[in-house]
Antibody, heavy 117, light 109 residues
Framework: QVQLVESGGGVVQPGRSLRLSCAASGFTFSSYGMHWVRQAPGKGLEWVAVIWYDGSNKYYADSVKGRFTISRDNSKNTLYLQMNSLRAEDTAVYYC??????????WGQGTLVTVSS | DIQMTQSPSTLSASVGDRVTITCRASQSISSWLAWYQQKPGKAPKLLIYKASSLESGVPSRFSGSGSGTEFTLTISSLQPDDFATYYCQQYNSYSPGITFGPGTKVDIK
């Protein structure tokens, strides 16, 4: 059973940094691409970033490029999202998601990030 | 970037109704399309992948069809548990990026 548990969310001031983690279990973590997706309050889903199964490739949404960094530690079965220079518009629930075996995503439960002074 | 649209944005229906949601892509995505159901305060749940393949454990009243730029999600007989928001997602390419449709809220008539 795929299990993804996000942590690290909270309230942070504009311009500051935060690192999210996603602990994976129930599958061979090192065999799957992983994503971060976010959802602002009352809004739709916005893809944020992807990292290849071995960390060799990473892609980002234009809205976070240059500020956010996705990474992974396959020895710890953990995905990360380093978020710098945070803005009010980054306020959202952040989900980690695994590439489905045949397409689509399997999702964690999400962690809320609030950027506010 | 590939843009996704969905129609309608809101749909009012009754238990037992047949419901169809349409998703359109701004360019061809072959069959690289997924459908999700999301309830308030919960993570999205994968229903359909590769346009028409039913995810394991998802009731057979859900079905998907289409290819290229036009896709549909059909619920053959709406059940009380199906009142939720539905999103389509294209995963044709990770660069420039994956995109979601704006969502269709299915509520009680």
């Amino acid at each position: 059973q795929v299990q993804l548990v996000e942590s690290g969310g909270g309230v942070v001031q504009p311009g500051r940094s935060l690192r999210l983690s996603c602990a994976a279990s129930g599958f061979t973590f090192s065999s799957y691409g992983m994503h971060w997706v976010r959802q602002a309050p009352g809004k739709g889903l916005e893809w944020v970033a992807v990292i290849w199964y071995d960390g060799s490739n990473k892609y980002y949404a234009d809205s976070v490029k240059g500020r956010f960094t996705i990474s992974r530690d396959n020895s710890k079965n953990t995905l990360y999202l380093q978020m710098n220079s945070l803005r009010a518009e980054d306020t959202a629930v952040y989900y980690c998601a695994r590439d489905g075996a045949f397409g689509g995503f399997n999702w964690g439960q999400g962690t809320l990030v609030t950027v506010s002074s | 970037d590939i843009q996704m649209t969905q129609s309608p944005s809101t749909l009012s229906a009754s238990v037992g109704d047949r419901v169809t949601i349409t998703c359109r892509a701004s360019q061809s995505i072959s069959s690289w399309l997924a459908w999700y159901q999301q309830k308030p305060g919960k993570a999205p749940k994968l229903l359909i992948y590769k346009a028409s393949s039913l995810e394991s454990g998802v009731p057979s009243r859900f079905s998907g069809s289409g290819s290229g730029t036009e896709f549909t999600l059909t619920i053959s007989s709406l059940q009380p548990d199906d009142f939720a928001t539905y999103y389509c997602q294209q995963y044709n390419s990770y660069s420039p990026g994956i995109t979601f449709g704006p969502g269709t809220k299915v509520d009680i008539k």
